[in-house]
T-cell receptor
Framework: SQQGEEDPQALSIQEGENATMNCSYK?????LQWYRQNSGRGLVHLIL?????REKHSGRLRVTLDTSKKSSSLLITASRAADTASYFC???????????FGQGTRLTINP | DTAVSQTPKYLVTQMGNDKSIKCEQN?????MYWYKQDSKKFLKIMFS???????INETVPNRFSPKSPDKAHLNLHINSLELGDSAVYFC?????????????FGPGTRLTVL
């Protein structure tokens, strides 16, 4: 069964606004990763946050992790049209030896 | 240079045929993967190999047979193709197996079975 579930499934905002996507998971993890997928392309890694970290930044990206709630959020600040893509969280359930992906949030940035 | 490459990018074939998808990575990674992404964008792991050794076989029908001739290549052969095999197949690689490391994805192969 799916480990991660993203919320919302789709998000449409105006350029310049901030976009927040959430991910919930079910079992204990070592780390959680966020990936971006542009239409018709492969996934691109954005950021990895370990289970002992609470927040991580990379450019306009901010990721938080709350292991007590088994949830993570990805914030994209000052969105641009080029941020239009699907965003996936992925977790490595402890002992599972694999990444398990959620269904993704489809983000549309309107110019 | 493309880090993870797949061929072909598109594959259209008839039910019952046998087809192969090739994957190569030039990152020097030890682990390679095959994922299947369905029409709802759900991405599911199929296989992983570490240094040519099968690590994960995720309850995939035995019509699917991965082959890793060396640690830079992981090919996927599919026998007796069925309509439900239509999907996008992604190859990926990483240094470590187990999901603890960043994975690098290929551009995908869109398989359409008619």
């Amino acid at each position: 069964s799916q480990q991660g579930e993203e919320d919302p499934q789709a998000l449409s905002i105006q350029e310049g606004e901030n976009a927040t996507m959430n991910c919930s998971y079910k079992t204990s993890i070592n780390n959680l990763q966020w990936y971006r997928q542009n239409s018709g392309r492969g996934l691109v890694h954005l950021i990895l946050i370990r289970s002992n970290e609470r927040e991580k930044h990379s450019g306009r990206l901010r990721v938080t992790l709350d292991t007590s709630k088994k949830s993570s959020s990805l914030l994209i600040t000052a969105s641009r049209a080029a941020d239009t893509a699907s965003y996936f969280c992925a977790t490595d359930a402890q002992g599972a030896q694999k990444l398990v992906f959620g269904q993704g949030t489809r983000l549309t940035i309107n110019p | 240079d493309t880090a993870v490459s797949q061929t072909p990018k598109y594959l259209v074939t008839q039910m019952g045929n046998d087809k192969s998808i090739k994957c190569e990575q030039n990152l020097g990674h030890d682990t390679m993967y095959w994922y299947k992404q369905d029409s709802k964008k759900f991405l599911k792991i199929m296989f992983s190999y570490n240094n040519k050794e099968l690590i994960i076989n995720e309850t995939v029908p035995n019509r699917f047979s991965p082959k890793s001739p060396d640690k830079a290549h992981l090919n996927l052969h599919i026998n007796s193709l069925e309509l439900g095999d239509s999907a996008v197949y992604f190859c990926a690689s990483s240094w470590d197996n187990g999901g603890t490391d960043t994975q690098y994805f290929g551009p995908g192969t869109r398989l359409t079975v008619l």
